[in-house]
């Protein structure tokens, strides 16, 4: 059984920096891409960053770019997201998500495993 557990979410105020972390068991990790993802209060979940199974490549959702970035400690079996520069409308329960491949993708239907969410809220 796969699980992953989120934490470092928390309350903080617009322009300052929160990272993520994302702890993985049950799965040979290293093996996979991983994935972030939020939703906010009312909307649908949206992709934030990706990375690959080794680190060598990663993707963000274009409102993140030069903000968040996504990093990987394998021996850790680890995923972060960090995130400075934050904007009330960051506000959201943030999701990390295993790939069903090593390279990692934008479409949330190919993520077969996923947390229970930490939320940031991003006050102005």
């Known amino acids: 059984q796969v699980q992953l557990v989120e934490s470092g979410g928390g309350l903080v105020q617009a322009g300052d920096s929160l990272r993520l972390s994302c702890a993985a068991s049950?799965?040979?990790?290293?093996?996979?891409?991983m994935g972030w993802f939020r939703q906010a209060p009312g909307k649908e979940r949206e992709f934030v960053a990706a990375i690959s199974w080794n680190g060598g490549t990663t993707y963000y959702a274009d409102s993140m770019k030069g903000r968040f970035a996504i990093s990987r400690d394998n021996a850790k079996n680890t995923v972060y997201l960090q995130m400075n520069s934050l904007k009330p409308e960051d506000t959201a329960v943030y999701y990390c998500?295993?790939?069903?491949?090593?390279?990692?993708?934008?479409?949330?239907?190919?993520?077969?495993?996923w947390g229970q969410g930490t939320q940031v809220t991003v006050s102005s």
């Open positions: 049950g799965r040979t990790f290293s093996n996979y891409a």
């Open positions: 998500a295993v790939n069903r491949a090593a390279w990692g993708t934008r479409r949330e239907y190919e993520y077969d495993y």
